[in-house]
């Protein structure tokens, strides 16, 4: 079974929107064994709109859309779609119902733009939106299946884990697995070249894809076939050959991401863990606390921006900042005891660079970053390299010490 | 002149890579009056690729192609490029050079696969990449111009900055303006309804769209004509309409951000700042230390995530928290006044709430949020009611504490 995503609106095509609803999707109706084959966008424009319909039929059996469907007058999507599938719109008790509901909830009037949402085509299924204002619409034609969801992302995804795709998965045959480890430490190319000889005897219905992101290459490995339980044993035999090239890069695997395996990691040795940031500004502690349960582990941190801070409240020394520079390895080493101490923790890391773009001398250029992790058996600093953006430099940085506490937590569990 | 964009690569397919590169590409576009009328993914396949550019080269004279051109073997793009242009790949030594050079200035070795990425249609002008090892490649074929990019995002920023976008400006005669004002505070079909008149009060070629995202509505007015002088008179006289009736929701224009703005302000008061978060978990400091520059204004944060912390480093009292819990207005005001005395600033935000999923209780269920702002003129705390949703409540309340700061900073000038 294949699948095309139709995403609809100007925003989108004037790049004040990034469609992330397209990839999310996408990687659902995968897990289905369902195949993208391809992703639209095209502007809030009738004829482009059924042009797009039109095409996307022929190759695909399922056709998604998304946007177009919000209160206000820049959506023409609804009346398109009634036009495309010759039918004319009508009064949707079952609409109007999640709309009436969803502004009772939150104590509020409803508005005479949002009693026109609950008009749609006659010859769709509604599908209620209960965290929105927009119904989700499913239309057969021609043994084409076409769904139509507005754009807000956490409305579409409701719609289509609690309806749409418990419906089409019955629907699929053919499987499509994936594996995708994740690695860090290593570039593109030279991983490459230190696993080629593997990769080169992989089957052919297995493909490897390298997807590199900052601090991170991803290696996707997907199986297809008809035997999910065979291509499931085939991606592990390929997995089991990969480890000895590249296994000390591996930290995770899919949608994992480093804050979750070091905090994971954190929960399973009942440690705790504060930061000490500079040149990160509190983004290491940011994705620390967006996994859910991170209290239990993680105790905060002093973003420490001024100097006088670092001594203020981490208890950095006037001595070691006058002598070697906040960008040192003493200064983080200080850092990183000074949380390690104040904070009552197993484990602490503390950074400080040149983020950049200004603040570059010629001994510490922008991208001069040192990373320190204290720990119950001594404290490691590490110098790094980074590049010249600022924002790429806050995440490299980042990456860069939840791998070194990670390394180290599974250092120490092995003494 | 009209333009599309395609995006080659398995990864947006199958969802584990979001397309960024479109949507920026897209507002450059737009900027200099070439209008995107389509966003096309698709994947690594011959054919798939071929049919693509011969659809959009009947729509468009400009087709920007990114992706596809990594060292690694799931690349096809380049040699499908030059099957539809009918020409032979050649070695480049313009394209070679940058390879070696980015090797060099890395200290590191050329690789084999390296060294074929200097590979490129004989027809085409090749793009030297300084960033990268895959040139950008033009190609030009009955009156309609073709670039193919690799796909990482900040190769193909600079490709199109430095060398694209110039080259494409000079043959563009129509003109598309944009005013995007941004608010806070208001939800879209409130401000619809707010707005109404106004809106229908618009000349027929200035478009109005709403652009949802957490926190934020953006108001969107495009205007289309080939006069931009009086385009931009124009749309000075629509926002001038606007400003009284939502002018106390909009905090800013275009790409401004709230940590923008407030950083803004306190440059210009010559005040500084420190954050006392535990909900938000350092969130708002990254935000404020994602701008550049920000040290002159930003001195630091506590990330208060146990409560022990907010005893211990921002002296709240054991009182309070037994009294009236973390998540209170007495808590955050402590917080708050802890921060501006330890930091020594002249403005502290402090934010107390339960992001969820788990923590809710009957009388301050998930979403629950407090948050302070203590200021030379004493404190002010407000409760707000966000989500269910995490990741989405710390980045709603981020904004709302930037947007209390933002109001209490103007007020307190006024004085």
């Excluded at 699948?3 to 004040?16: K, R, V, W, Y």
């Excluded at 990670?406 to 569990?413: F, P, T």
Aim: hydrophobic share 40%; proline share 4%.
């Amino acid at each position: 079974m294949t699948a095309e995503i139709i995403t609809i609106g100007d925003e989108l095509l004037i790049g004040q929107v990034v469609d992330t609803n397209s990839a999310w999707m996408a990687e659902k109706l995968n897990e289905f064994g369902i195949l993208v084959r391809q992703i639209t966008s095209i502007s809030d424009d009738r004829e482009h709109i059924l042009n797009t319909l039109r095409e996307a039929s022929q190759r695909a059996e399922v056709i998604l859309i998304t946007g177009g469907l919000g209160p206000t007058k820049d959506d023409i999507t609804k009346t398109t779609l009634c036009e495309y599938f010759g039918s004319t719109m009508v009064f949707s008790e079952t609409a109007y119902e999640d709309v009436r509901h969803l502004f009772r909830s939150r104590g509020l009037p409803v508005t005479g733009l949002n009693r026109g949402q609950a008009m749609v085509p006659e010859c769709c299924t509604v599908i209620p939106n209960h965290n929105g204002t927009a119904p989700g619409m499913w239309f057969e034609k021609n043994s084409v299946i076409y769904v139509s969801m507005p754009g807000v992302p956490f409305e579409m995804k409701a719609l289509m884990t609690g309806e749409i795709l418990p419906r089409l998965e019955s629907k699929s045959e053919n499987a499509i697995m994936h594996r995708t480890l994740l690695t860090e430490g290593i570039g593109e190319s030279f991983l490459a070249d230190r696993i080629e000889s593997w990769e080169n005897q992989l089957p052919s219905h297995i493909k490897l894809a390298y997807l590199p992101q900052p601090g991170i290459v991803r290696l996707r490995l997907s199986a297809r076939g008809t035997d999910k339980k065979k291509l499931g044993d085939e991606l592990q035999k390929a997995v089991d050959g990969l480890l000895p090239l590249a296994g000390e890069f591996i930290f995770g695997e899919g949608d994992d991401t480093l804050e979750e395996v070091v905090g994971k990691l954190l929960r399973e040795k009942g440690c705790t863990l504060a930061t000490a940031e500079s040149c990160t500004g509190g983004y290491i502690a940011h994705l620390i606390t967006s996994i859910a349960g991170s209290s239990d582990y993680f105790k905060g941190s002093v973003v420490a921006y001024a100097n006088e801070i670092k001594e203020k409240l981490l208890g950095v020394k006037p001595r070691t900042l006058a002598q070697h520079g906040a960008v040192s390895s003493e200064t983080v080493k200080e850092m990183a005891e000074g949380a390690r101490e104040r904070f009552t923790v197993d484990y602490a890391i503390a950074t400080s660079g040149v983020a950049g773009p200004s603040g570059g001398t010629p001994e510490k250029p922008v991208g001069t970053t040192w990373i320190a992790v204290a720990s119950p058996l001594g404290t490691v600093t590490r110098k790094f390299i980074l590049g010249e953006h600022r924002g790429r430099n806050i995440q490299r940085a980042a990456i860069s010490a939840l791998s070194m506490l990670r390394k180290i937590m599974i250092e120490q569990s092995r003494k």
